[in-house]
């Protein structure tokens, strides 16, 4: 992953304090449309005090993102991204990245090799963000994952997740290139607005999306990719 350079007045620190910890559970919590369920302090707390990494994004004093990761199976070399969200004034600004970038120095400075995490397929800009700019490893699919949610961005849809794993030390996963591309499959521009304007409209893309890529990876398929204008790449298994 290249360098990204942190912007002026923008820093990463710790959650070492109990207020710190509320106020990430709040920005998350705005974040999600309101649900104060996704991150409990009592549960970010644990998570931080135990060693996890849990850390606050500000714009001088004021916090405006959060991350959490946890260490995952095998816990030396290994560690699951739960969560990652940046306030709405402050996004489309390349601190998602700057978060990344932070967590992936973390995790090499604990020798933690991989980090996993999931994502909504339907998504375009976290699928573009994940596959094509930090070349990340499709290695699921995974069909209402986390089952009902409450909060204002999942509320009435299913949560369907692809999973990706980073390698850290290794180049990103290039992009295939046509020659190796067997199929494809399309995802709206933008689901987010399409879930406000259209949501029966939205509801059928869940589950034409998720028909296409499991009936493509059931015939031995794998993600290799994403294009913005045809989708998810699908190549010959490795």
Same mark, same amino acid.
């Given at each position: 992953m290249a360098e990204t350079a942190t912007p002026p007045g923008i820093d990463i620190r710790p959650l070492d304090t109990v207020d710190e910890v509320h106020r990430a559970s709040e920005v998350l919590a705005e974040v999600w449309g309101g649900d104060r369920g996704g991150?409990?302090?009592?549960?970010?707390?644990?998570?931080?005090?135990?060693?996890?990494?849990?850390?606050?994004?500000?714009? =001088? #004093?004021?916090? !405006?993102? &959060? *991350? /959490?990761?946890?260490f995952a199976v095998p816990s030396a070399r290994s560690m699951h991204s739960h969560i990652t969200g940046v306030l709405t004034d402050h996004q489309s600004q390349g601190l998602g990245r700057v978060l990344k970038q932070h967590q992936r120095e973390w995790a090499l400075s604990r020798e933690v090799g991989h980090i996993t995490w999931t994502f909504d397929p339907l998504v375009a800009r976290n699928a573009h963000f994940n596959l094509r700019v930090l070349g990340t490893r499709v290695t699921e699919y995974l069909v209402n994952h986390y089952g009902p949610m409450d909060d204002g961005v999942n509320r009435g849809d299913e949560t369907d997740?692809?999973?990706?794993?980073?390698?850290?030390?290794?180049?990103?996963?290039?992009?295939? =290139? #046509?020659?190796? !591309?067997? &199929? *494809? /499959?399309?995802?709206?521009?933008?689901?987010?607005?399409?879930?406000?304007?259209?949501?029966?409209?939205?509801?059928?893309?869940r589950l034409r999306v998720r028909e296409e890529l499991t009936g493509h990876l059931a015939e031995g398929l794998v993600i290799g990719g994403f294009d913005d204008a045809r989708g998810y790449l699908l190549v010959l298994g490795r």
């Amino acid at each position: 992953m290249a360098e990204t350079a942190t912007p002026p007045g923008i820093d990463i620190r710790p959650l070492d304090t109990v207020d710190e910890v509320h106020r990430a559970s709040e920005v998350l919590a705005e974040v999600w449309g309101g649900d104060r369920g996704g991150m409990p302090p009592n549960l970010l707390r644990a998570l931080a005090h135990s060693g996890n990494y849990a850390v606050g994004l500000y714009d =001088g #004093d004021r916090m !405006v993102g &959060a *991350s /959490v990761a946890f260490f995952a199976v095998p816990s030396a070399r290994s560690m699951h991204s739960h969560i990652t969200g940046v306030l709405t004034d402050h996004q489309s600004q390349g601190l998602g990245r700057v978060l990344k970038q932070h967590q992936r120095e973390w995790a090499l400075s604990r020798e933690v090799g991989h980090i996993t995490w999931t994502f909504d397929p339907l998504v375009a800009r976290n699928a573009h963000f994940n596959l094509r700019v930090l070349g990340t490893r499709v290695t699921e699919y995974l069909v209402n994952h986390y089952g009902p949610m409450d909060d204002g961005v999942n509320r009435g849809d299913e949560t369907d997740r692809i999973m990706v794993s980073w390698a850290l030390a290794a180049p990103p996963v290039p992009t295939p =290139g #046509d020659d190796r !591309v067997v &199929a *494809s /499959v399309g995802i709206p521009h933008d689901i987010e607005a399409m879930r406000r304007e259209a949501p029966t409209d939205a509801a059928s893309w869940r589950l034409r999306v998720r028909e296409e890529l499991t009936g493509h990876l059931a015939e031995g398929l794998v993600i290799g990719g994403f294009d913005d204008a045809r989708g998810y790449l699908l190549v010959l298994g490795r």
